[in-house]
C-alpha cells in the first residue's frame, strides 16, 4: 500500500508535469501543476518550479511537498525527475520509464492494523470527473530518501536510504510487477533489502531477503502496526531472513525463513522486566504462516535470567504472559501451530521467583541454572528430552532430567536435590510455620499429566528445625535430627500419598500450653484456608498410607504457662513403631510406643488404633510430687511422696470408650489437708483417713479404676466418669480394712457412721482376757497391712466395774472367817468362777456395806488407764505397731451415771 501510493504520487507529479510543460513551457507550478497534483492525490500539494527537457524528456518538479493533518509535511521531496515520452502523454496513458527521487522524506503513521501517509483532506472539484490515466513505472532509484516510521507510542523510527532501486511497472489497474533493492540504517541499524515481486488479477508472488544487523528490537517490535502494546523489549537483533508469498487462485503459501541472533535482550512489562538474556542465537528457522507450521534449528541462550512473580491470581512472567480473557467471538480464532526444533542449550542463567502475596514484605527465591539442554522438539507426541543443572544461592545443588510429550500434555523427569537449605524455601510458602534451619536431599521421580502430578522418590532432611510463630515465645518449635521417608506413590489428584517407610531420629516438641492458645496445635489455627475447601468434592480429601513409622529417641516437653511458677514435664528417649500407619482416619495395626517420663519414670504403649481401638498402656514409678499445681486446685491437698505405677487396657469401638485402670501408688503421702474436701463429701471421711486405710503392708495402694461410656451422648464428661471412678475405687478399699475394725453405716454410698468394736476386758481388771487378746490380734493385722493408719485408745470403765470395785473393798474390809458365805460369793465372783447362791440376808447385808462405800472415781480413772496402758502394750510388744502409730488417750474421772456400757478400751482411727 505505502509503495503504491509512494508510486502514485510520483507518477501523477510526473505525468502533470509532462502535461504542463508541453503546452506552456515555463510556467510556474502554482498556477497549474499544483491543483491538479491535489485534485489526484486528494491531498493539498504544493511545489516550487516544474519544467520539460523535450531533448531526453525528462520532467522535473522541485519543493514538493503534500501537507499532513498535523505537523510535517506527509511528504516532501527536493527533485523529483520522470522520464515520459509526448507521444504517452498524447495517448492518454502515463508511462514513466525512469522515475529519480532526492532528498525525499515520507512519513508513515500506524493505524488500523497498516501504515498509511497522514494526508490532510483536500476540497473536492467541482470540474467534472475524468478517467485516471493509467501510470506505468518501469524503474526509478533514490537518494537521501528518509522514510519515518511514526508508532502510536514511543518514538518514531527512520529508515534512512543510502541507495534505493525499483525496476519494474506499477500500473493503476492493480497489477504490480517488478524489484526493489534498498541498503539503508533503520535507526542505528544496517539494513539490507533485496525484493521481487508480482501482483496480477489471478496470482501474487513476492520473494524478499532481509539482512540487518544491529536491530534496536524494542524501537522496532513497536513498528508492527497492530496497536498499542503494553509489553516492553530492549536488545539487539542481528538478522538474515527471506520471505517468499505465493497465491494463485485463492490458495497459496507464505513462508518464512533464514537465522537470527540477539545480544543483551529483555522482555517485560511496565516497571518490571519478565526475560533477559546476554544472548540468543537461532541457528535456523523456517516458518509457513499459512500451515501455522514453524521450524527452528538448534536455540542457544547464554546468561538468561527470569522473572516469575506469584499475586493472588496465578504466577506470572511480566511481558510473555497475559491474562486478558479473549474477546467475544474470538475464542478459537487462533490457529494452533505446530513447532519442531532442534534443541536448545542455556548455558548458565538465573530464575527469580517474587512472592507477592499477603501484607508482608515480597518473599524472593533465586536458582542459577549452569547448564540447560533440550533436545528435539519433533511430532508433537514424540517425547522430547531436556536435562537442567542448577545451585540454589543459599546452598544446594538440583539437577533434571527427563522428557515431555506435548499432545496429550505428559512429561517424565528425574529429580536430584543435593544439601539443599530448606530454610528458604518455606519463606516462599504460606505455611504455618516456617523453617529456622534445615538441609535437604531427595531423589524423585515424577510424572506429569493433564489430571495431575504422580511420582515416587526418597526425602532425606537433616537438622531440621521450625520458627516459633511468636517471638515472644522462642521455645515454641519443632526439630528432627534426621528425617528419611521413601514415598513408594503419590499423586495430587486425589492427594494421596503410599509411604514405605517414614523414619524419625531425635524428633523435638514443646507441647505449651498458654492462656489462648496451645503449641502445637495452634498452628492448624494459623493454616490458611484453601479457596478449593468450599467447592470440594467428597473424597478428594488427603489420603496417606505408610507402611512403617518409626521414632527414634524423641522427646516431648510440655509447660503450662497458666500455673505460676510455669509447669515442666517432659517424656524423653521415645522411641515409636507404627506398622502399617494410615490416615484419615487414623489407622494402625501395630502400635508401639516407649519412653522415659522426666528421663526416669518407663512408660510403654502397644495395640492397634482402627474402627476398634485397644491400647495396652503401662507407667512405672511416675513422681507425684510435680502434679501438685493441678491437685491442689481442686482437692486442697498436696503429695508430699509417693510414686504412680499403672497399667491401663483402653478399648474405643466406634464411640463406645472402655478404659479398665490398676493404679499402685507407692509411698504415697499428703503433705496438708483440708477440713472439707471433695472425697469427705463423697466418701464421709477425710482423704488422708482414706489414704491410711488403703495402703497395705508395703505402703502401697492399688486401686481398680475402671470407667466407660458413649462419646457421642450429649452427658458424656470424661471427667465426670473418672471423678466417679476414682471415688468408687476408694470407697471399695476403705470398706475392708473398715469392716474388719467394726462396723460402717453408709448412705447413698456415703459412709454416715463407724462403730469401731472396743476391745473387751473383764470387770475390774486393767488386764486383757482371753477375749480380749483375740481382738487385739485382730486389730493388729489390720494395723500392719495398713502401716499409715494410726490408732486412738481410751480406757472405758462402766457399772460392772463399779461393782467388783465395791465388792473387792467389801471382801478387804470382812473378817476372815473360814465359813462366812458372803466371803466365799465375793472370792468366788474374784476368780471368775460361778459364786455360790447368796441367802436373802446376806444380800442385803452386801447391799448395805456397798452402800456405805463412797463413789470410787479416782479407782475407776486408773483402771481405765491401766487398760489403755494394757492394750498399748499389746500393740507394741505382740504387734511390733511403731509407738507414734498409738496414741493414749488420758481417761477422766467419770461419774455416776456417764458409765460404758462394758468394760473395755475404745479405738479411734487417725492418719498416721
Known sequence: MRRRRLAVVVGAAGGVVVFAVALVPGLTATRFVAPRLSQAVGAPVRIGWAWWNPLSGTWTVRGVRVAATAGRPALSAQRIAARVYLFDVLRR??????????????????????????????????????????????????????????????????LRLRRLELAGALAASGS????????????????????????????????????????????????????????????????QTTYRQMRRAGHGERRLGGHVRGDDLAFGEAG??????????VERFDVDLDA????????????????????????????????????????????VWRVTAAGADLEGGTVHYLDTRGEERERTFDLDVEHGTIGALGDAAAPVPFAVTATLPTGGRVEVTGGAEREPLHARADLAFTDVELAPLTNLMQTPVRLAAGRGNAHLSMEALAEGLSGSGTIDVDDLKTESPDPARPEDILACKTARVAVRHFQSAPLHVDVESIELDWPYVLIDRAGDHVFPLSLVALTPPSPADATAVPGSVFTMRADRLAVHDGRIDFRDQTL????????????????????PPVRVPRLRADGLVDEISPVHVEGTVG???????????????????????????????GRLTMHSEITLDRAQLDVDNRVVLSRFGLGSSAEEDFLKRELGIPLTLAVALMKDYRGNIELALPFGGNLNSPTFSLRQLVLQAVVHAIRGAVLSPLNALGRVFLRDGRIEDLALEPIPFPPGDGRLDQAGRERVVQVIRVLGTHPDLALAVRGQVAEADVTRLQEETVLAALPPKDRDPLRAYLEARRAGAPPPPLAADQRRRLETLT???????EQLRQLADDRSAAVAAAFLLEGQIAPDRIRLETADVPAPGALAAAPAVALRMAAG
Open 292 to 335: 501455522a507450521i514453524a521450524s527452528f534449528g538448534k536455540v542457544t541462550v547464554r546468561d538468561p535470567e527470569a522473572w516469575l512473580i506469584r499475586d493472588d491470581d496465578g504466577i506470572v512472567v511480566p511481558g510473555l504472559t497475559r491474562r486478558e480473557a479473549p474477546a467475544k467471538g474470538d475464542e478459537g480464532a487462533a490457529p
Open 564 to 583: 505460676t511458677p510455669p509447669y515442666w514435664r517432659s517424656l524423653a528417649r521415645c522411641e515409636l513403631s507404627a506398622t502399617p500407619f494410615a490416615l
Open 272 to 281: 518490571r522486566t519478565g526475560v533477559r538474556a546476554r544472548a540468543a542465537v
Open 611 to 641: 474402627t476398634t481401638t485397644r491400647l495396652r498402656a503401662d507407667v512405672k514409678e511416675v513422681p507425684l510430687q510435680p502434679f501438685n499445681p493441678y491437685l491442689e486446685p481442686a482437692s486442697q491437698y498436696s503429695v508430699s511422696s
Open 176 to 239: 504490480t510487477r517488478g524489484s526493489l533493492w534498498l541498503r539503508g540504517r533503520l535507526d542505528r541499524a544496517t539494513v539490507v533489502l533485496g525484493a521481487s515481486f508480482r501482483r496480477t488479477h489471478s496470482s501474487e508472488r513476492v520473494r524478499a531477503a532481509i539482512d540487518a544487523a544491529r536491530v534496536d528490537l524494542g524501537r522496532a517490535l513497536r513498528l508492527v502496526p497492530v496497536g498499542a502494546a503494553a509489553n516492553r523489549a530492549t536488545g539487539r537483533v542481528d538478522v
Open 93 to 158: 496513458r502515463l508511462r514513466v520509464r525512469d522515475v529519480a527521487l532526492e532528498g525525499a522524506r515520507v512519513r508513515l503513521r500506524a493505524a488500523d492494523g497498516r501504515w498509511e501517509l497522514p494526508l490532510a483532506e483536500h476540497a473536492a472539484s467541482t470540474s467534472p470527473s475524468t478517467e485516471p490515466w493509467p501510470v506505468t513505472v518501469d524503474a526509478g532509484h533514490a537518494r537521501r530518501t528518509t522514510l519515518r516510521f511514526e508508532p502510536r507510542h514511543g518514538r518514531a523510527s527512520l
Open 851 to 857: 452402800g456405805a462405800l463412797s463413789w470410787p472415781g
